[in-house]
């Protein structure tokens, strides 16, 4: 009858649930309003859920995905603190490493921001868009990247406002506990001056084959090598 046999209640109260991991008898829980708290969350007994330990940082992750046993990648937008009320103004996407090992502290190990205000990931609402692999320390995110012309705000860039989109294609970074983000490179599927609203074009998914990354948009597959992202050849679906 579905009856509840153990439940938590008043955790990060007035803040918005952005994203959960559920790993064995651990649940990760990331809330936002103003700063994001990684929560880490004992689920060994059923009927008495508890809280072992949180993080507060700047940002919040709206997805997560296990590194390992004990590290989790963080998929989710930067901010800035709100001078004139109890909130935060996102800004561009931001992508974390944390270390869960001590529960009772999680840490944030690494941490990578792409554009300003007005960049944005499918990741955020679609975690098929999202490539990991750890044995080849991958991590291929695709990514509409907002950039703001700070010529325009002579007396400094206001957290609230937006940058112009420049840019639509694939992140491809190289992940390590040792490293942390490395970006080695980005693929586009736009033509050199075409306009970056040209839907069709914009990056939706990767995939590799042995030593190939492919991504896919509506209208291209492009084939690049994974050692040093080189284009190896490209299919028109149009």
């Not at 007035?14 to 829980?29: K, Q």
């Not at 007005?118 to 750890?134: E, M, N, Q, V």
């Not at 736009?190 to 939706?204: A, D, F, R």
């Not at 030593?211 to 597959?221: C, F, G, P, R």
């Amino acid at each position: 009858n579905l009856s509840i046999v153990g439940k938590l209640e008043n955790l990060a109260s007035g803040e918005t649930l952005h994203s959960a991991r559920f790993m064995g008898e651990r649940c990760y829980l990331v809330t936002f309003k103003k700063t994001d708290p990684l929560f880490v969350i004992d689920l060994s007994q059923p009927t008495s859920p508890s809280i072992l330990g949180e993080l507060k940082i700047p940002g919040y992750s709206d997805y997560l995905h296990p590194y390992d046993e004990t590290h989790l990648i963080g998929v989710g937008k930067h901010t800035v603190e709100a001078d004139e009320g109890d909130f935060a103004w996102y800004q561009g996407v931001k992508i974390s490493l944390f270390d869960v090992s001590d529960v009772t502290n999680p840490k944030q190990m690494a941490n990578y921001t792409i554009g300003d205000r007005g960049t944005d990931s499918p990741i955020l609402s679609d975690h098929k868009a999202f490539l990991f692999d750890k044995s080849k320390a991958l991590l291929v995110i695709p990514v509409l990247v907002a950039e703001i012309d700070e010529s325009q705000y002579p007396s400094g860039v206001p957290p609230y406002a937006y940058g112009n989109a420049v840019w639509q294609g694939a992140y491809v970074f190289s992940i390590s506990l040792e490293e942390g983000f490395v970006l080695k490179g980005r693929i586009t599927h736009l033509e050199s001056g075409e306009n970056v609203y040209n839907y069709s074009h914009w990056v939706k998914r990767s995939l590799y084959i042995e030593n190939v990354l492919y991504t896919v948009s509506d209208k291209k597959i492009k084939m690049n090598s994974l050692e040093d992202l080189a284009l190896i050849n490209e299919i028109d679906l149009s």
